[in-house]
C-alpha cells in the first residue's frame, strides 16, 4: 500500500505559477512511476503528467507540455508539478497517483492516489 497526500493548490490569477507537492508513505516510493492527473467540474479526470521511477523519463499531456514541469525527490518520497503560465480552464482538483511497472496516460492504470489539491485560475 502507499499513501499520497498533495498540497500546494491555491487561487491565483491568470499567469501565474504554482508548485504542487505529493508525499508518499508506505511501500518503497522509488518502485513507482508517479503521475499526476485532474479533473474540472463536470469533466473526466485528465492525464496531465508522468514520470519514470528514476526520474530520467518524463511525459505530457499536449495541453500542458511547455508549462508544466514534472520531477521528483526519491530521498524525500515526493513528486512535485511545476505549473507556469497558469490558464482559467487549468482550474480543476488535481490528484497524484501512483503505479508499478507500465507507464501510463490512463487513470484506470493506476493503483494509488491521494485525495487532491484545488486549483483555481482567475482571469
Known amino acids: 500500500q502507499v499513501q499520497l497526500v498533495e498540497s500546494g493548490g491555491g487561487l491565483v490569477q491568470a499567469g501565474g505559477s504554482l508548485r504542487l507537492s505529493c508525499v508518499a508513505s508506505?511501500?518503497?516510493?522509488?518502485?513507482?512511476?508517479m503521475g499526476w492527473f485532474r479533473q474540472a467540474p463536470g469533466k473526466e479526470r485528465e492525464f496531465v503528467a508522468t514520470i519514470t521511477w528514476n526520474g530520467r523519463s518524463t511525459y505530457y499531456a499536449d495541453s500542458v507540455k511547455g508549462r508544466f514541469t514534472i520531477s521528483r525527490d526519491n530521498a524525500k518520497n515526493t513528486v512535485y508539478l511545476q505549473i507556469n503560465s497558469l490558464k482559467p480552464e487549468d482550474t480543476a482538483v488535481y490528484y497524484c497517483?501512483?503505479?508499478?511497472?507500465?507507464?501510463?496516460?490512463?487513470?484506470?492504470?493506476?493503483?494509488?492516489w491521494g485525495q487532491g489539491t484545488q486549483v483555481t485560475v482567475s482571469s
Open positions: 508506505g511501500r518503497t516510493f522509488s518502485r513507482y512511476i
Open positions: 497517483a501512483a503505479v508499478e511497472g507500465i507507464i501510463s496516460r490512463r487513470p484506470s492504470d493506476y493503483h494509488y
